[in-house]
T-cell receptor, first 120, second 112 residues
Framework: NAGVTQTPKFRILKIGQSMTLQCTQD?????MYWYRQDPGMGLKLIYY???????DKGEVPNGYNVSRSTTEDFPLRLELAAPSQTSVYFC???????????????????FGPGTRLTVL | AQSVTQLGSHVSVSEGALVLLRCNYS??????LFWYVQYPNQGLQLLLK??????LVKGINGFEAEFKKSETSFHLTKPSAHMSDAAEYFC??????????FGSGTRLQVQP
């Protein structure tokens, strides 16, 4: 298994440009997430999805859009890039819990290698 | 709202010394807690997790963490630091919202 893969690894955008960050997982996980990591700030949740066709906002969704047409793919779209979106973006996935009421069955999140985006 | 606080953005230890990275959470309900490690230019890798099965949790690479409800803490320790432990460490919590709340991270330096 490749796990969680992200493309591109690096990208420089001009203000106002748009782009899509790709995320694919081959583990048949139901849950997928997008986080951004700013220096000294930890990771913040942008959007997440609990399955194909279902997405929801996280802490910092403004300026981003997502879609989840398949279990494997969870692309993140930036429509009008702004300098404030300069960050490292991580995609993650987690399997659906078989026994959600059992703490010991909690599944970890698996992270991709990240996309480093600079907006100038 | 759930928050996770990591005391000390940078920690420096000598090789062979004890590693102690601090994490406190704020929640009326004890969450699931995690420690992740991030090596330069890589994604996050799970070190260990607390899911209420045991308060002392052992992870990979000789790390362990103890959950203390009375102190709302989940500090990460390793008895003897190795040069390869130099990385950034993140504490994270999940109170059932299906996503993680991360601390701001602690960069560990290991001096020879």
């Amino acid at each position: 298994n490749a796990g969680v893969t992200q493309t591109p690894k690096f990208r420089i955008l001009k203000i106002g440009q748009s782009m899509t960050l790709q995320c694919t997982q081959d583990m048949n996980h139901n849950y997928m997430y997008w986080y951004r990591q700013d220096p000294g700030m930890g990771l913040k949740l942008i959007y997440y999805s609990v399955g194909a066709g279902i997405t929801d906002k996280g802490e910092v969704p403004n300026g981003y859009n997502v879609s989840r047409s398949t279990t494997e793919d969870f692309p993140l779209r930036l429509e009008l890039a702004a300098p404030s979106q300069t960050s490292v973006y991580f995609c993650a996935s987690r399997p659906r819990l078989a026994g959600a009421s059992l703490p010991s069955s909690y599944n970890e999140q698996f992270f991709g290698p990240g996309t480093r985006l600079t907006v100038l | 709202a759930q928050s996770v606080t990591q005391l000390g953005s940078h920690v420096s230890v000598s090789e062979g010394a004890l590693v102690l990275l601090r994490c406190n959470y704020s929640s009326s309900v004890p969450p699931y807690l995690f420690w992740y490690v991030q090596y330069p230019n890589q994604g996050l890798q799970l070190l260990l997790k607390y899911t209420s099965a045991a308060t002392l949790v052992k992870g990979i690479n000789g790390f362990e963490a103890e959950f203390k409800k009375s102190e709302t803490s989940f500090h990460l320790t390793k008895p003897s630091a190795h040069m390869s432990d130099a990385a950034e460490y993140f504490c994270a919590a999940d109170t059932g919202r299906r996503a993680l709340t991360f601390g701001s991270g602690t960069r560990l330096q290991v001096q020879p």
